[in-house]
C-alpha cells in the first residue's frame, strides 16, 4: 500500500511542480465562476503553460461565464483524475481577449466540435493567471496547498509558510 503524502513528504518547488504537472495532464478542468449569487461551473479544454504562469481557453463570445469573468474576475479550475485519485485545484485571476494571434496559435482538432477553424470571428481567448492551488495525490489526503503568485516571473523566493504555500 502507497503511504499517502503529507505537506511535510513535499517540497514546495514539488507541489508547485505536480500542481502544474496534474493540470496539464488531465486537460479538462471544471471552471467555476461566480455570478453574483451563485457559483456556476462548466468542463472546458485547459491550454496549460507553465513557462507563461497561464492556463488559457478558447470559449465563445456568448455565454454568462464571460459576463461572470468581467464582474467577478476570481475564478477556480478543477481537475480530476478520478482513475488515480489525484486532484488539482487552482484559483485565479481569469482575463477575456479577442487576441487572434493566440486563439489561432492555439487551435486544435478538439475545438472543430464547437467552430469551423480558429477564424471563427466568435472565439475569444480566457486567460487565467493562477495564485493558489491545492493538490490531493492520494484518496482523500490533501497533499498540500500552494501558493501560486508570481515568484517564477519576479524572482522573489519562495513563502515558505506554515503549511507549504510556495509561489508559483
Known amino acids: 500500500m502507497v503511504k499517502p503524502h503529507h505537506s511535510s513528504d ?10 502544474w504537472e496534474l493540470a496539464k495532464k488531465i486537460d479538462i478542468a471544471m471552471f467555476t465562476t461566480w455570478d453574483g449569487e451563485r ?3 462548466r468542463p472546458l479544454s485547459a491550454r496549460v503553460f507553465r513557462d507563461e504562469h497561464a492556463i488559457y481557453f478558447l470559449v465563445d463570445e456568448s455565454g454568462h461565464k464571460n459576463e461572470q469573468v468581467e464582474a467577478f474576475p476570481f475564478v477556480s479550475l478543477a481537475f480530476a483524475d ?21 486563439i489561432a496559435d492555439l487551435w486544435s482538432d478538439w475545438d472543430k466540435a464547437w467552430w469551423d477553424d480558429a477564424s471563427d470571428p466568435a472565439i475569444r481567448l480566457l486567460t487565467i493567471t493562477p495564485e493558489d492551488g491545492e493538490l490531493w495525490d492520494s484518496p482523500n489526503v490533501l497533499v498540500s496547498t500552494a501558493k501560486m503568485a508570481y515568484a517564477a516571473v519576479t524572482g522573489q523566493a519562495p513563502d515558505m509558510g506554515d503549511n507549504a504555500k510556495v509561489n508559483l
Open 39 to 41: 457559483q456556476r461551473s
Open 82 to 102: 478520478n482513475a488515480g485519485h489525484k486532484y488539482a485545484v487552482i484559483s485565479g485571476r481569469a482575463k477575456l481577449s479577442n487576441d487572434r494571434a493566440r
Open 10 to 19: 513535499l517540497t514546495p518547488a514539488e507541489v508547485q511542480d505536480r500542481i
